[in-house]
C-alpha cells in the first residue's frame, strides 16, 4: 500500500504545480491585448455565428475561472474577465467554451455520454466513499463476505462513475480546445504571437483534467486493492 500513497502523492504534486502554471500562463497571456481588439463576449459571439448557432446565449458569470457552457440552458458562461476583457487568455478561453456549443450542435459523442453521466455522478460521488468506508469497518476488509463487503463495493462501483466520467471528460475538453484554435487560426482571429499564447494556456488548461482523470484513477485502485485486496 505504500506504493499507492506514494503515487497519490506524486499525483497531488502534479496538481499543484499544473494548477499553479496554469494560473501564471494566463496571467501572462492577459497581458497580451488583441490587435483586433475583440473582447471575450465578441469573439464568443462570432464563433457562434460562424459555426451557424444562433440559439446560445453569451453571458457574464461571476467569479474567476468560473467560465463553463451550459447545455441545458444553451448558455456559454464566461467569467467576468474574460466578458470584459481583450487578450489572448480571453480569446482562448471564450473559443473553447464556444468549442463546447459547437460540439452540442454537431451531437458530439462523448459530450452526450457526459452530459448523461453528469446526474447519475452528482449523486453517487455525495456518497461512495462513506459507503465504503463504512463497508470497511464493518469488516470487509478482514474478507468477510457480509454486508460490509457489498457495501464496500457499492462504493467503489459509485466511485468506477466519477473514474469514468474524469476520462470520458478528457476528449471533450481536447476537442473544444482544437476547435477553438482551429477556428482562431482559420479565421484570422489572432495573431501568431496571440495563437502561441492561446495554444498554450488551453494546452495547461486540459493538463488539469489529465491529472485529475489520473487521481481518480488512482483513488479508485487503492479503494479496489483494500476492499477486494484480503478477500482470497
Not at 492577459?30 to 463576449?41: C, D, E, T, V, Y
Not at 468549442?99 to 460521488?125: C, I
Not at 487560426?185 to 492561446?198: C, H, I, P, W, Y
Request: positive net charge; glycine residues 8%; charged residues 15%.
Amino acid at each position: 500500500m505504500i506504493g499507492f500513497y506514494i503515487l497519490i502523492g506524486v499525483i497531488a504534486l502534479a496538481s499543484w504545480l499544473v494548477s499553479n502554471t496554469l494560473k501564471n500562463k494566463f496571467k501572462k497571456y492577459s497581458k497580451i491585448q488583441l490587435r483586433n481588439g475583440m473582447s471575450g463576449a465578441e469573439i464568443a459571439e462570432k464563433m457562434l455565428a460562424d459555426n451557424g448557432i444562433f440559439d446560445v446565449k453569451v453571458i457574464s458569470t461571476p467569479g474567476r475561472l468560473t467560465d463553463h457552457y451550459n447545455p441545458a440552458d444553451k448558455t456559454v458562461n464566461l467569467s467576468e474577465s474574460v466578458y470584459n476583457q481583450r487578450n489572448a487568455a480571453a480569446a482562448a478561453v471564450a473559443a473553447h467554451e464556444c468549442g463546447h456549443a459547437v460540439q452540442h450542435a454537431q451531437a458530439y459523442s462523448y459530450l452526450t455520454m457526459r452530459s448523461k453521466l453528469v446526474p447519475v455522478v452528482s449523486v453517487t460521488s455525495k456518497f461512495s466513499q462513506w459507503l465504503v468506508i463504512g463497508g470497511l469497518i464493518m469488516g470487509a476488509a478482514s474478507g468477510a463476505t457480509g454486508i460490509g463487503f457489498y457495501i464496500a463495493v457499492a462504493g467503489l462501483v459509485f466511485m468506477g462513475f466519477a473514474t469514468v466520467f474524469s476520462f470520458i471528460t478528457l476528449p471533450v475538453e481536447y476537442d473544444a480546445s482544437n476547435r477553438a484554435l482551429a477556428w482562431l487560426k482559420n479565421k484570422n482571429m489572432v495573431s501568431q504571437e496571440e495563437l502561441a499564447g492561446a495554444t498554450d494556456a488551453l494546452t495547461w488548461a486540459a493538463r488539469t483534467y489529465l491529472v485529475a482523470a489520473l487521481g481518480s484513477l488512482a483513488t479508485l485502485l487503492y479503494w479496489g486493492m483494500q476492499i477486494l485486496g484480503g478477500r482470497d
